[in-house]
């Protein structure tokens, strides 16, 4: 199975900060890499698929990159309602798996 | 619009069964894969398995193999999922999600959602 090890765990952060979170896969998965946004209590949202694809109606402060097996989604400037738990997502191949979260708080 | 919602919340004693059902609407329900993801209390998301309502083709977690089945029903646009020999550590709330890209299992991610069906196993 393809490990996905997300980094930091959990990052306090206030308005207007820019946040990066990693994601790293432990063998090479492409580009097939995806990004959600979850809220408390709320089911997941995809924000970014293929690594870099933005997703119709999220907004353009969120980005992802690549470099080799290392994926990055970025935050250029932290609005109130993106303080939530972010996932990173494999799509390479079955069993899909998941990122541990990336917590972001303030 | 396009949504997916799932049946009820449900307490099952362990060695029980119980099956979740995902009704979808608003698009062609053969042409995009349903993946299914649980999150138990405080963790993070698990992927279950994914069943392709085109042909049936299914994969499945192997922590699950063996004690779960997915099937779809093309006539009600209705994805089902049936875990059985139910224990403490099923206890999560299971999502069901539609693959973002049509006919093209996995890659890009789930981009539609159901609202989530909380399972609880308990004795």
């Known amino acids: 199975d393809i490990q996905m090890t997300q980094s930091p765990s959990s990052v306090s952060a206030s308005v207007g900060d820019r946040v990066i979170i990693t994601c790293r896969a432990s063998?090479?998965?492409?580009?097939?890499l995806a990004w959600y946004q979850q809220k408390p209590g709320k089911a997941p949202k995809l924000l970014i698929s293929?690594?870099?694809s933005l997703q119709s109606g999220v907004p353009s402060r969120f980005s992802g990159s690549e470099s080799g097996t290392d994926f990055i989604l970025t935050i250029s400037s932290l609005l109130p309602e993106d303080f939530a738990t972010y996932y990173c997502?494999?799509?390479?191949?079955?069993?899909?798996?998941f990122g541990g979260g990336t917590k972001v708080d303030i | 619009q396009v949504q997916l919602v799932q049946s009820g919340a449900e307490v099952k004693k362990p060695g029980a069964s119980v099956k979740v059902s995902c009704k979808a609407s608003g698009y062609t329900f053969r042409h995009y894969g349903i993946t299914w993801v649980r999150q138990a209390p405080g963790h993070g998301l698990e992927w279950v398995g994914w069943i392709s309502p085109y042909n049936g083709n299914t994969e499945y977690a192997q922590k699950v193999q063996g004690r779960v089945t997915m099937t779809t029903d093309t006539s009600t646009t209705t994805a089902y999922m049936e875990l059985w020999s139910l224990r403490s550590d099923d206890t999560a709330v299971y999502f069901c999600?539609?693959?973002?890209?049509?006919?093209?299992?996995?890659?890009?991610?789930?981009?539609?959602w159901g609202q989530g069906t909380t399972v609880i196993v308990s004795s």
């Open positions: 293929a690594a870099s």
């Open positions: 999600a539609r693959d973002a890209q049509e006919l093209v299992p996995a890659h890009y991610g789930m981009d539609v």
């Open positions: 997502q494999q799509g390479n191949s079955f069993p899909l798996t």
């Open positions: 063998q090479g998965i492409s580009r097939w």
